[in-house]
């Protein structure tokens, strides 16, 4: 099964979007950079990732609401 098939599966929709939640948030947590632009890089990517975490979730919650109301896969 090839990753962009998996990808539309709601649990490893769910998995993905909380494993990029715990990296966004560790990294703005553990990783200091000591340079402005380092910093403004380390931010930009904690943002984009705790950004894809909320989109990828609330797509696989809409994916599982519509799989229960339809009836199947």
């Known amino acids: 099964m090839t990753f962009r098939n998996r ?12 494993l990029s939640l715990v ?3 560790l990294c703005s947590r553990f ?3 000591a340079t402005i632009f380092g910093r403004n890089l380390s931010h930009g990517i904690c943002g ?8 990828l ?3 696989s ?3 599982m609401r519509r ?4 009836g199947g896969s």
């Open 61 to 63: 919650a809409i994916m």
């Open 31 to 33: 990783f200091h950079p």
């Open 48 to 55: 984009f990732l705790i950004g894809l975490s909320l989109s």
């Open 23 to 25: 990296i966004g948030i």
């Open 57 to 59: 979730n609330v797509g």
């Open 7 to 18: 990808l539309k599966e709601p649990n490893v929709m769910m998995s993905a979007g909380m």
């Open 67 to 70: 799989q229960r109301h339809c």
